[in-house]
């Protein structure tokens, strides 16, 4: 791993808060790039789907320019959080929901190409693991609009950007529940 230091004058901070902990199939999704930030900034998956709470992770070199009282933190130091933080850390000491999302991902992949293509209603598909951004053909109604009928049939996904939707199954989705939700997204285009 390449490690990107402050000695060349430039703080690296990865922002991990929906991409770390496991998402694309890596611990941290910096790590399909080689590289070793100075700094995380990490949530949303640091409380397990339980309780908000974030983290900033880094060196005493680099945390260690504050002093109490000079920082504050939104989800900081509360207890339940915290034990809900260091149980999902615990869980991904085994690396086995890191494997899981890497192979759901590539099924989960596979699948969202499958909808692309001359005519298809999909454009592009990018992601890594269980975290995938969609972009539905404007023909195929906007990604709020495919949220929204996905929605009704039991799937939640997020979008983000006119025609992009976000798919970001729990890392626990078993295959099956996976194939669910995409069955429901080509109801929704109409593929069959």
Known sequence: MRRITAER????VADEIQSGLGRTGRTFACEHEGVVPDMYVLGKALGG??????????????????RPGEHGSTFGGNPLACAVALEVIAML???EYQRR????????????????GEGGPV?????????????VAERFGTGRAVSEALMERG?????????TIRI??????SEE???WGLDRLREVLGVR
Do not use: C, I, Y
């Open 49 to 66: 789907g339980v309780v908000p709470v974030s983290a900033v992770v880094s060196s005493d070199e680099v945390l260690g320019v504050h």
């Open 155 to 163: 799937v939640l996904v997020k979008d983000t950007h006119g025609q």
């Open 9 to 12: 004058g430039v703080l690296f």
């Open 101 to 116: 999302a890497a192979e759901l991902g590539e099924h989960l992949h596979a699948e969202l190409a499958a909808l692309t």
């Open 93 to 95: 000491r085994t690396g």
């Open 123 to 135: 454009t592009a598909v990018r992601g890594r693991g269980l975290w995938a951004g969609l972009d």
């Open 168 to 173: 970001a199954p729990p890392l626990v989705v």
């Open 177 to 179: 529940d996976l194939d």
